[in-house]
């Protein structure tokens, strides 16, 4: 599009169906590079990718032709086919039905690179649990307990 320009970035969540800790050793590396490709291939672009034992989170960038909510389909479905693939996993591996997204102005983009990697160090303090809440209150983002980890 002639004249047209964006930078746009969005902070990603979501987890494991169940909080299930399937999330490492070698595996997590191995699904870190294969959502890389994911998002490359749908013309995104991958800033950092971490997480944990029972989650993700992506700080990606995407144009303003995106759709997030297919963005987020194709790479959660290609990244669970792949993991059910992997001979590693003990059970049948599926994402949680949902996701959270938070916008990522310029100014925090490093920020929130330094979050995403430090994933490890930050859940030695803190659940998954514990952290959505406190994202999701930090955005102003009203949300029913009851569906909370859905």
Known sequence: MANTYSQLRAHLVFSTQGRRPLLT??????????MDGILKHEDAVPLCIGGYHDHVHLLLGFRPT??????????KSNSSAWLNEQTGLHAKFAWQ?????????????????????NQIQHHQKMTFEEELRLLLNKHGIEFDEAYLLD
């Open 25 to 34: 050793g070698k595996i997590t590396e191995s699904l870190h590079a294969y």
């Open 66 to 75: 995106h759709r997030l909510s297919d963005l987020v389909r194709v790479l």
């Open 97 to 117: 039905r949902g996701y959270s997204i938070f916008s990522v102005s310029h100014s925090q983009v490093e920020v929130v690179r330094k979050y995403v990697s």
